[in-house]
């Protein structure tokens, strides 16, 4: 029965006459079959998995390659892929630990959920804390915010190695005439910044204030503490209210 194949057209593409088909071999997997000129099926190599076929050239039976030789080696990409502007129209979440760590606003605005970010303050007098040399840790009892609870006990601990803005506001009272000078001082596991403050004469100076850019390592610790000098005795207190006039703020910023 002749078999015959037209294009659209009606055109003659194909014709075929006396076509038996039937089961000729059972191939086992990975075998390359083939036929010879008098359609006789012959198994021309077997593979496995893994390996790649080749080419020997005309005439010449393909064969197998060793598993993983055909292909080249994959090795990670480190030039960048992606230039210019990626416009998310909508919120860009980048995950940290299966919460968000960034979040990029489509306006553009940024939120870093686990960024160190501390403010707290004193919220009752700390009495005769210092006057002759003392240096006194200020107590920060109330906390306004710890965006990664970095900060107990006074003391804020740097998770990460970085730089730190770091700024305190001392309200004290209690100073007399026999005073000299006050200092503000964050201690820092590296060194202390300190700012100091000339009373000479002067009683009751409405405070003092420091503030800097710290480095800090990851698990160092820093505190806020005042030093009065010149008084006989420890008479200054460090004031405390339920507004913050005595404060500390701690933020990651590099």
Known sequence: MPW???????NLLLSFDNIAVSQLAN???GELITWDAAGAPTTVATG???QVLTSNGAGTAPTFQAAGSGLANVVEDTTP???GNLDMQANLLVGNGGSTGIAISANGEVNMAAQPSVAAYNSATDSNVTGNNTEA??????EIYDQNADFASD??????????LVIAGLRYSGTTASGTYNQAKINSSNRSWTQ???IVGAADAPGISVAAIIDMDAADTLTIAMQAVGESSDVVDISGSGAPDTYVSVQLIA
């Open 155 to 164: 003391t804020f601990t740097a998770p990460v190695t970085g730089r730190y």
């Open 27 to 29: 191939g086992t997997d």
């Open 81 to 83: 892929q992606l230039g």
């Open 48 to 50: 496995t998995s893994g």
């Open 196 to 198: 100091m403050q000339d």
């Open 137 to 142: 840790t200020v107590d920060f009892d109330t």
């Open 4 to 10: 015959n194949f037209y294009d659209g057209s009606g």
